[in-house]
Nanobody
Framework: QVQLVESGGGLVQTGGSLRLSCAAS??????MGWFRQTPGKERDFVAA????????YYSDSVKGRFTISRDKAKNTVFLQMNSLAPEDTAVYYC???????????????????WGQGTQVTVSS
């Protein structure tokens, strides 16, 4: 079973930055993504990246502020979050697909593996 371990969450002021990391236990995974969730709401898509890094997608709410990237050698995906706002406060989850060559996509049901989540809190 592939394990995903997120790190890098924390408390930051409005306008600040954080960098999240997600390390996968195996190299066989394909596309990876980041999602976020607040209490009582559905898990929302944030960003996703293909295995090669050549295809990247962002939600409209983070486009221009967040950057997803990937270190293929270490099988790690990053989410650089800049210009953070209180509405970015959520638990952020890393996700991965097992099908080789799968495209990144925004649906939670598209992903096979999930991390445990890391809390990001943006104070006003």
């Amino acid at each position: 079973q592939v394990q995903l371990v997120e790190s890098g969450g924390g408390l930051v002021q409005t306008g600040g930055s954080l960098r999240l990391s997600c390390a996968a236990s195996e190299r066989t995974i394909s596309a990876m993504g980041w999602f976020r969730q607040t209490p009582g709401k559905e898990r929302d898509f944030v960003a996703a990246i293909s295995r090669s890094g050549g295809r990247i997608y962002y939600s409209d709410s983070v486009k221009g502020r967040f950057t997803i990237s990937r270190d293929k050698a270490k099988n790690t995906v990053f989410l650089q979050m800049n210009s953070l706002a209180p509405e970015d406060t959520a638990v952020y989850y890393c996700a991965a697909k097992r099908t080789w060559g799968a495209d990144p996509s925004p649906g939670t049901n598209d992903y096979d593996y999930w991390g445990q989540g890391t809390q990001v809190t943006v104070s006003s």
